[in-house]
């Protein structure tokens, strides 16, 4: 049982922040195919369930950092639009400044730690920021998000050692879509059940349904707790799927049709909306009402990114050592 209750408010809150992520990513894939982004676009398109289920529990001082599938992240730890947007098209007035773009935003006042391109380089950087929470005597926690491709990454093992020897808080997810880019699980993955690469350490770990919020919410709530009360990390493979391709370049022969839909069946935007209706928490009128509000939100987002200025070439020597005056060889 979650100590933090589910009701009408959290479905509502769910739904809003679902139809969001899924909006601002169709929305994003529109417009990489104009060429009014660039570079690598990696869509959220059908995950959105991991990430609602978990702004539930958390607050906002808790951090996340995560892989390069970040704009849905960003949006749900309260990065606006307008700056996410504006980061795609590499304004200035983008969350890292246009020098981020797509994979590598951060907003360090939201607690957003990217955003990283490296596959599992973000692992061992999320126990960091959990040693530095524990070290400052805080009680918040981070989140460390990963692919499922991530996990055969040799720093995933070394940073479960260290993080469950010195009881970090921090909660590893993986987000199991079944594919590492177009590479199954199946294909390249001894243990197939991911979650049980915790256990050797000592880490409670287990497998969530992460196409349902309310059963993020329950196995989040627990690791929260924990992790809050000195407990250590938490290890949640979180068996979710996307609608998309690995990358907006993907011709994704690696999957068939059935298998495809058979997971769109499972919507938890249709879900939630379901259960919405089922308990009469809303009705279609409301609905309609938040189609219209994510729409002016999205637009808007894109009128901003489109009118904001580009950096100053300038920007080039900002942003990358600390000391300001550092001495560049500019000749």
Known sequence: ???IEINKDTYLMWYEQMLLMRRFEEKTGQ????????GFCHLYIGQEAVLAGAMSVIKPEDS???????????????????????????????????????????????????????????????????????????????IAYMGDGAVRQGALTETFNMAALWKLPVIFV???????????????????????????YGIPS????????AAVHVAMDEAVQRARAGEGPTFLEMRTYRFKGHSMSDPQKYRTKEELESYKAKDPIESVK?????EKYA????????????KAIVDEAVKFAEESPWPDASELYTDVYVQEDYPYIRD
């Open 274 to 278: 379901q259960t919405i209706l089922t």
């Open 206 to 213: 287990s497998a969530v349904d992460g196409m349902d919020p």
């Open 1 to 3: 049982m979650s100590s």
């Open 64 to 142: 996340l950092i995560t892989a390069y599938r970040d704009h849905a992240h960003a949006l749900a730890k309260g990065v606006t639009p307008n700056a996410i947007m504006a980061e795609m098209y590499g304004k200035a007035t983008g969350c890292s400044k246009g020098k981020g773009g797509s994979m590598h935003m951060f907003d360090k006042e939201k607690h957003f730690y990217g955003g990283h391109g490296i596959v599992g380089g973000q692992v061992p950087l999320g126990a960091g920021i959990a040693f530095a929470e524990k070290y400052k005597g805080t009680e918040f926690v981070n």
């Open 174 to 200: 993986c987000e199991n879509n079944g594919y590492a880019m177009g590479t199954s699980v199946e294909r390249t993955t001894a243990q197939t059940d991911i979650y049980k690469l915790g256990l050797p």
């Open 31 to 38: 417009l990489y195919g104009q060429q009014k982004i660039r």
């Open 283 to 294: 009705d279609e009128a409301w609905f309609d009402e938040m189609d219209a509000k994510i």
